[in-house]
């Protein structure tokens, strides 16, 4: 052991040179001082490792002086043993309470002395370890924190790209650490359907929210596209099956709003019991799991069932992660699936139900400790026209992308029969930095002209069949069984694009294996009728809006050729 430096306060003089004595001839360094006052100002200056205290001395005791020997050292273990011939408990006990750590009975032992003196100099050492080692780890916490905060800010900006302030959508997150293990995305397609998700990782914090960057990037990317809950469900599936270890999955939820057809379609794995509200009766319809987690089964395995609901303007689709039913009081009991439900039904109408349930949570929580992160989500059914667009997450470049290009592309009746080939013309067209603004429009574009080829040209129906809401349901069944039957036919699509970075031009034209119709007889009745296009010959408002758009849409052939011509930047008219 090495010498330790010890001070010595005793206003005997003979006593304090015998102790010094023995420690000097123990190898130790010695301080000494005639009063509490000097022992107090040696301290200061010297910072001896211990302290050794006459509790009756001159100008100032040994207890006052080692209560502010102990104040100086703060949270440094100073250790001080008492001088002392006193018998008395209480005396003694005052001692204690004063700062001291022990006593030593004069005459002094020197075994019992040195062996005094080196436990509290072990003593002491310990504890200057624990404090550096408390120091580094508060240090490496503080590093891990910020470095924790820089990754959250990158990760909220690729899991927040979205709608989630569109003004049909009502959300809580609440995320036990730093990292959130839950995840909510929203996104609008191209068509103006609305994509949400809701998922649960397994666990919390940083583990469970590494795998929300890549779910994330293929929802948005996916959306935008205009690719539908099913493509994306089994995108996000193979990517997590591939990435999450072992024992690892994502319980999710995934909806499709579509505004226009009034309907809901649902694709829910491992996620508890959710709730549809029903605007009308104010009943509730359960949505149960049919599926498992994400990332649990190979894709060659995996389900991507949907159930299909028809909403009435008002209705809302109540979603939460098991957060919510997990969630604890200061007695241990769970909120539980019964409390939310009374919460819901307690509620005075549909606008209040969001903030009852909140309530209702933060009530029966209070000040208890948290298990897991808790999301909860309401997205209500509402007209197209009262959602705000949603916000670009690009800016249009100067020519960053191909100006001048071609592209064909042609499909045979395997592939009509189940590939959906707008996702992919989409993503060509994106590349082109002037048509990104116009997304939702070329979506519009497309879908109603391939629609059109393949419903009209290649299956042969009628859309007179759609004028009344029984043929409208006959018209899609007659659809669905050909397209099971389809054999032989073939759309073909061709793209042309020329532009110079500050405009350009685009040419879509669809052919189709079909037999065309009469669009000279229909343009003839046009010039005498110009209410004949939106009336007589097209049953939906797809080809005048597509009319609106364009440039120009020229039937060729027999027309089983329609040409589209869209002009970049469209100019706003006024």
């Not at 809901?264 to 949505?287: E, F, H, K, N």
Request: hydrophobic share 40%; glycine share 8%.
């Amino acid at each position: 052991m090495p010498p330790i430096r010890i001070l010595i306060a005793d206003d005997n003089q003979v006593d304090r040179k015998i102790l010094m004595r023995i420690l000097q001839n123990q190898g130790h360094e010695i301080l000494d001082a005639e009063n509490g006052q000097e022992a107090v100002a040696l301290y200061k200056a010297e910072s001896p490792d211990i302290v050794l205290l006459d509790v009756i001395m001159p100008v100032m005791d040994g207890k006052e002086a080692a209560r502010l020997i102990k104040d100086h050292a703060g949270e440094d273990l100073v250790p001080v043993i008492f001088l002392t011939s006193m018998t008395d408990a209480y005396g003694l006990a005052e001692c204690l309470e004063s700062g001291g750590d022990d006593f030593l009975n004069k005459p002094y032992n020197p075994v019992v002395l040195q062996a005094k003196v080196r436990s509290f100099y072990r003593m002491r050492e310990m504890h200057q370890t624990l404090q550096q080692q408390r120091d580094t780890i508060v240090s490496h916490n503080e590093h891990l924190m910020h470095e924790q905060e820089a990754a959250k800010a990158v990760f909220d900006n690729v899991a927040h790209l979205g709608c989630l302030s569109a003004n049909n959508i009502r959300y809580l997150i609440s995320p036990l650490a730093v990292f959130n293990g839950d995840v909510l995305l929203a996104a609008r397609q191209p068509s103006g359907a609305m994509n949400l998700l809701l998922g649960d990782f397994t666990g919390h914090g940083l583990p469970a929210a590494i795998g929300a960057l890549p779910l994330a990037e293929i929802f948005y990317g996916m959306t935008a596209k205009g690719f539908g809950v099913r493509d994306i469900i089994r995108e996000i599936n193979r990517k997590m099956n591939s990435i999450l270890p072992i024992g690892f999955f994502c319980c999710a939820a995934m909806v499709e709003l579509n505004f226009e057809r009034l309907s809901a379609s649902v694709w829910m794995g491992g996620i508890p019991d959710c709730y549809l509200y029903r605007m009308a009766d104010a009943s509730l319809q359960t949505l149960r799991s049919e599926h498992l987690p994400l990332g649990v089964l190979s894709d060659s395995r995996f389900v991507d069932s949907l159930q299909e609901f028809t909403l009435e303007l008002g209705d809302r689709l109540l979603l939460w992660s098991d957060g919510i039913l997990e969630a604890r009081n200061p007695a241990g009991d769970m909120f539980g699936q019964h409390r939310l439900q009374a919460a819901i039904e307690s509620a005075a109408d549909a606008n209040t139900i969001f903030p009852t349930i909140k309530s209702a949570l933060a009530g029966f929580q209070k000040n208890s400790e948290r298990d897991d992160d808790i999301t909860l989500l309401e997205v209500r059914m509402t007209l197209p026209e009262t959602l705000e667009d949603d916000p670009k997450s690009f800016a249009l470049a100067s020519a960053a992308g191909p100006m001048d290009w071609s592209f064909s592309y042609e499909l045979g009746p395997s592939s009509l029969s189940h590939f959906n080939p707008l996702p992919l013309v989409m993503h060509i067209m994106m590349e082109v930095p002037g048509l990104r603004m116009m997304s939702g429009q070329l979506y519009t574009v497309m879908a109603e002209l391939f629609g059109n080829a393949l419903e009209h040209g290649v299956l042969g129906l009628d859309s007179a069949l759609k004028r009344s809401p029984e043929g409208f349901m006959a018209y899609y069944q007659q659809r669905q069984e050909r397209i099971e039957r389809l054999q032989e036919g073939w759309i073909r699509v061709v793209m042309h694009h020329e532009g110079n970075g500050a405009c350009g031009q685009l040419r879509v034209r669809f052919v189709d294996s079909g037999d065309g119709f009469d669009y000279l007889a229909l343009q003839q009745r046009a010039a005498v009728n110009t209410h004949v296009i939106e009336k007589h010959q097209y049953s939906g408002r797809g080809i005048p809006l597509v009319h609106q758009i364009c440039e120009s849409v020229t039937y060729f052939g027999k027309g089983n050729e329609v040409e589209a011509v869209i002009h970049w930047p469209q100019l706003s008219e006024g």
